[in-house]
């Protein structure tokens, strides 16, 4: 992870020419901002080229039935990586078992989003200047975010962290999450209380009620359970943090003023890191067949 973080630190300074030649091909069938535009920008940055389909659920032939195995096969004799984000669990995965060439999980339905989380640890480096030593709760709907399932095992290879998971009832973080943690020993515990545990959190990581995964009841039930207001904001120490994978919906209630001024809200910094942190992954995946230029990452 260090490694990568340097890395997105070097990539940030300018623009470079280190996947002249290659192509990334992304294929989304579940809408995206930022992850898709952040991969495609950091390919072009890197002096690479992108193709894509324009939602490919509706708009590729996954429409007439065409299976991902056959889908990727395909892409990959067009392409040097794929990018997937799909409305199942396990479909990137499924997708690289079968695929001749690199393929990157962009999201896989309430699975996982690995890059995500890179960027999530790549903020907190930057923020805190550390990737020990910190206590962070993550708030929301647990149950069917995916960033926080990913972040949680990356917590897993990090010392001294204490995770407290705060959530709606119904959008508790899943057991599998739970087990994993006490197997690497990442302290963790359920709060409901958000008022309680904010003065000493270091990270405070918001996330949406996942609406479109969840019955109307649900959804109902779990919105504007826990909102950051001006009041909570009095209540968080000036070192801490907050992030959010966005996009945010009515979870963030706070003055714009306060959004764009306060060093505190630091999730327009995380979207932005993700560009860099993309730019890393891309790298890391692909430079290593390029021979001749002396910008490489020392992969070994
Ligand atoms: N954080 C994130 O995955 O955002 P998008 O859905 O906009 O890609």
């Not at 998971?165 to 020993?185: N, T």
Request: contains cysteine.
């Amino acid at each position: 992870m260090l490694t990568l973080f340097q890395r997105a630190d070097h990539l940030r300074k300018g623009s470079h020419e280190l996947l002249r030649g290659k192509i990334l091909a992304t294929l989304f069938y579940e809408p995206s901002t930022r992850t898709r535009l952040s991969f495609e920008s950091a390919m072009l940055k890197l002096g690479g080229q992108v193709i894509t389909t324009e939602n490919a659920k509706e708009f590729s032939s996954a429409v007439k039935g065409e299976s991902m195995e056959d889908t990727v096969r395909v892409v990959g004799s067009y392409a040097d990586a794929i990018v997937i984000r799909h409305f199942e669990e396990g479909m990137a995965k499924r997708a690289a078992a079968i695929s001749p060439i690199p393929v990157i999980n962009a999201g896989d339905g309430k699975g996982q989003h690995p890059t995500q989380a890179m960027l999530d640890m790549y903020t907190i480096y930057r923020e805190l200047g550390r990737i020990d030593k910190f206590k962070i709760i993550m708030v929301g709907d647990l149950a069917h975010g995916r960033t926080t399932r990913s972040l949680s095992y990356l917590f897993g290879k990090c010392k001294n962290i204490e995770i407290i998971f705060i959530s709606p009832e119904h959008l508790k973080i899943g057991e599998d999450i739970k087990e994993y943690l006490d197997r690497h020993q990442i302290s963790w515990k359920e709060e409901q209380d958000l008022n309680k545990v904010l003065p000493d959190a270091d990270i405070i990581y918001l996330t949406r009620i996942q609406k479109e995964r969840m019955s109307q009841e649900q959804y109902e039930n779990g919105k504007g359970k826990y909102i950051l207001t001006p009041d909570k904001m009095s209540l968080i120490k000036p070192t801490a943090r907050i992030l959010h994978p966005l996009p945010h919906v009515e979870e963030i209630a706070i003055p714009l003023e306060m959004e764009q001024n306060d060093p505190r809200i630091a999730y327009f910094r995380q979207a932005e890191n993700g560009l860099y942190m993309r730019m890393a992954l891309l790298e890391m995946l692909l430079n290593k067949r390029i021979k001749g230029t002396k910008d490489t990452l020392p992969l070994e």
